[in-house]
C-alpha cells in the first residue's frame, strides 16, 4: 500500500487552520478598519501574466501548469522540440504551460486593476487572503503553498500611503501582541547606489545579491557580486554601505555624500526623510522602524520605498521576515495602463502562525470554536436537549450536542479533547424540574440553573 503523506512543503491540520483562521480574522478586521475593499482573483494566472514580473530567480519558482492532454503534441517532431528549448526556458516553458499557480498577489492585482480600471474609484484600496505557490526548497518557515494577506492602494503618489501601512502594521501586531521591526529603504537609493559605482546595467544583479546579505553575508555578497560580471571597482565601493554601523541619521548622511551626483538616489533619500517625518508625528506601541541601506527585496517591480518586517521579541527566536512589500510606480504597465502607481504590504500568515505558536501568543481557547457541550441522554431526553440548544444557539452562543447517547465519561473526554469549556447535563430529573446542571470543565465545578439563567450566563462569557 503507498504511503499516504501530502507534497513537501505545504501543511494541514485542524490546529493550524484554527490558528490560521484567528490570525486571517485578526488581519481582516485591521484592513477593513482602515478601508480597504476585499478582493479575490483566481488560483491560477495564464503564465505570460506572471512570467517577467519576479526577476530570473523569481521566475524559477514559479509553478507551471502543463496544458491538458498531449502537451508535446504542439510539436511537429523532436527536432523542433530542441529547438524551441534552446530559445530559452521561458519560451519552452510558454509553449507546453499557457497556466500557472500564482506567485503572489500583487502582479494579479495589477492585472485586476488594468481589466477593470473603468469600474474602479482611484485611489483604490483592496485587500486581499488568498494562498500563493512557490517552488521553493522547504524548509523553517518556507513553504510551497501558503497564505498571504495583502493590503494596497494605487492610484496615488503620496507617501502618506506609506505612513498609513506603517500604522496598519502597528495595528495587526498590536492585536497580535507582537513586538516588531520595520526595516525600511528606497529602491530609488539603490539605484543611485548603482549609479555612482558605474553599474547601472546591473541594477538587479546588485538587488538581489545584497538582498541575501542577512542569509550568507558580506564575503559571499561580493562573491556573488563577481560572478554577475559586477567590477572589482564598484564591489570596493559597495563594500562601506554592506558593512556600515550607525543610526538612521548617520546612515541619511552616509547616503547624502555618496549620491551627491545621483538625482535618483537624492530623490530616493528625500522620499526617506518624508515618511519619517510623516511617522514622527504619530505614535506606535508594536512596531519599531530603522533605515536599513542594504535592504532590497528581490522582486523587480518595486521602484520606492520597500518594507520588511522581522520579529523583535524577546519571546520568539524566528528571523525570516513576515511581513514585506513597497511601492511600485508601473506595474499596471506592463498590462497596458502606465502611469498608475501604487503601494501595498503582505503579512504571512503562516510565518506569522510560528511565531505565535513559538512565543504561546495564542488564545487559550482560540482552538474551543464550541462553548458549551450538550451531553446526550438517549430519545427520550432529546427533545428536551434539543430545545435547550437551539435556545443557546439562537442567544448567539456556539454549542453542541454529542450525536450519540453514549456514557458519560465519554461525552466529557470528547469535551475535554475538544477544548469546550462547558458541559450542560439535562437528564430526565432536570427535564422534569425544567432545569439544567452546567459543568465547568477547567474548574470541575457544577451548578444547577433555570434555564434563563443559563443563556444569560453563557452569553455573559461568550461576550
Known amino acids: 500500500m503507498a504511503k499516504v503523506a501530502i507534497p513537501k512543503g505545504t501543511r494541514i491540520s485542524l490546529r493550524r487552520y484554527v490558528e490560521k483562521k484567528y490570525v486571517f480574522d485578526t488581519i481582516r478586521s485591521s484592513f477593513q478598519r482602515f478601508g480597504y475593499l476585499p478582493l479575490e482573483t483566481p488560483s491560477m494566472e495564464n503564465l505570460d501574466t506572471l512570467m ?7 521566475d524559477k519558482l514559479i509553478f507551471k501548469i502543463l496544458n491538458s492532454g498531449n502537451y508535446f503534441s504542439t510539436f511537429k517532431d523532436d527536432q523542433e522540440i530542441l529547438e524551441v528549448k534552446s530559445r530559452g526556458e521561458r519560451t519552452f516553458s510558454l509553449k507546453i504551460s499557457e497556466k500557472a499557480l500564482r506567485y503572489d498577489l500583487t502582479v494579479p492585482f495589477a492585472r485586476y486593476v ?38 494596497d492602494v494605487i492610484g496615488t503618489n503620496s507617501l502618506l500611503c506609506e505612513l498609513e501601512l506603517m500604522q496598519l502594521m502597528d495595528d495587526v501586531f498590536a492585536k497580535l501582541d507582537l513586538k516588531v521591526l520595520i526595516q525600511i529603504n528606497n529602491r530609488k537609493i539603490l539605484s543611485g547606489i548603482a549609479e555612482v559605482l558605474g553599474e547601472t546595467e546591473r541594477i538587479i544583479d546588485i538587488t ?5 546579505l542577512d542569509k550568507i553575508g558580506v564575503e559571499k555578497v561580493k562573491e556573488e557580486l563577481r560572478g554577475k560580471g559586477v567590477s572589482e571597482k564598484a564591489i570596493e565601493g559597495l563594500q562601506p554601505l554592506l558593512e556600515f554601523k550607525g543610526d538612521d541619521a548617520a546612515k541619511l548622511n552616509l547616503l547624502k555624500e555618496l549620491l551627491a551626483k545621483s538625482e535618483i538616489g537624492k530623490q530616493g533619500i528625500a522620499e526617506v526623510e518624508q515618511l519619517f517625518g510623516y511617522a514622527g508625528l504619530v505614535s506606535f506601541s508594536h512596531i519599531r522602524y530603522e533605515l536599513d541601506i542594504t535592504l532590497a527585496r528581490g522582486l523587480n517591480y518595486y521602484t520606492g520605498a520597500i518594507f520588511e518586517v522581522k520579529v523583535d521579541d524577546a519571546r ?9 512589500g513597497g511601492r511600485y510606480d508601473d506595474l499596471t504597465g506592463i498590462f497596458g495602463l502606465p502611469g498608475m502607481s501604487g503601494v501595498g504590504i503582505s503579512f504571512g500568515a503562516d ?9 504561546k501568543l495564542f488564545p487559550e481557547q482560540n ?23 437551539q435556545q443557546l444557539r439562537k442567544a448567539g452562543v456556539n454549542a453542541e450536542m454529542y450525536p450519540d447517547p453514549a456514557k458519560m465519561k465519554k461525552q466529557f473526554s470528547y469535551a475535554d479533547d475538544r477544548g469546550i469549556p462547558f ?29 434563563d439563567e443559563l443563556i444569560s450566563m453563557m452569553v455573559s462569557n461568550t461576550n
Open 114 to 151: 488594468v481589466m477593470h480600471q473603468h469600474e474602479i474609484t482611484f485611489p483604490f484600496k483592496r485587500y486581499q487572503i488568498q494562498p500563493v505557490w512557490r517552488a521553493d526548497r522547504p524548509q523553517k518557515g518556507r513553504y510551497r503553498e501558503f497564505f498571504q494577506c495583502d493590503a
Open 316 to 324: 520568539s527566536s524566528f528571523t525570516s521576515s513576515i511581513c514585506g
Open 351 to 359: 510565518r506569522i502562525c510560528d511565531v505565535l505558536e513559538e512565543a
Open 367 to 389: 482552538a474551543a470554536a464550541t462553548k458549551i457541550l450538550v451531553v446526550n441522554f438517549g430519545e427520550e431526553d432529546i427533545p428536551y436537549s434539543l430545545g435547550l440548544l
Open 52 to 58: 517577467g514580473k519576479y526577476g530570473e530567480e523569481g
Open 423 to 451: 458541559v450542560l447535563v439535562a437528564g430526565s430529573e432536570e427535564r422534569k424540574a425544567g432545569t439544567v446542571v452546567l459543568k465547568n470543565m477547567t474548574e470541575g465545578s457544577q451548578q444547577p440553573l433555570a434555564v
Open 208 to 212: 538581489v545579491a545584497i538582498d541575501k
